[in-house]
């Protein structure tokens, strides 16, 4: 499955910017999806996941109260909406689609290598 992020940018600290997952090559359905991010000079990091019907997310302890997945199944698109930003959220962050289920449900989604296909990423700045 191919994915293509988008909806990157520059804001300011306490704005919101919603990202977007586009998906193709087989149905979004089958797979559970992620959102990672890598700031400069850290290790890429779990911020949130659905699983494939959309009943279950999963955050990142920073990012909750803050951030939320969504997905569409029809549309064969993932979204993150991203509010009250802080600057510490400026990374580049990454889409990912999973399809061995019972290997993402064990880690809650948050293993990275529990996902088989990648988007390219897309660049977030916060401004403080």
């Known amino acids: 499955v191919q994915l293509q992020a988008s909806g990157g940018g520059l804001e300011q600290a306490g704005g919101s910017l919603r990202l977007s997952c586009a998906v193709s090559?087989?149905?979004?359905?089958?797979?559970?999806m992620g959102w990672f991010r890598q700031a400069p000079g850290k290790e890429r990091e779990f911020v949130a996941a659905?699983?494939?019907?959309?009943?279950?997310?999963y955050y990142q302890d920073s990012v909750k109260g803050r951030f939320a997945i969504s997905r569409d199944n029809a549309k064969n698109t993932g979204y993150l909406q991203m509010n009250k930003l802080k600057s510490e959220d400026t990374a580049i962050y990454y889409c990912?689609?999973?399809?061995?289920?019972?290997?993402?449900?064990?880690?809650?989604?948050?293993?990275?290598?529990?996902?088989?296909?990648w988007g390219q990423g897309t660049q977030v700045t916060v401004s403080s």
């Open positions: 659905i699983n494939w019907s959309g009943d279950r997310m």
């Open positions: 990912a689609a999973a399809g061995r289920l019972s290997a993402w449900y064990k880690t809650y989604g948050q293993d990275a290598g529990g996902y088989d296909d």
């Open positions: 090559g087989r149905p979004f359905r089958s797979y559970a």
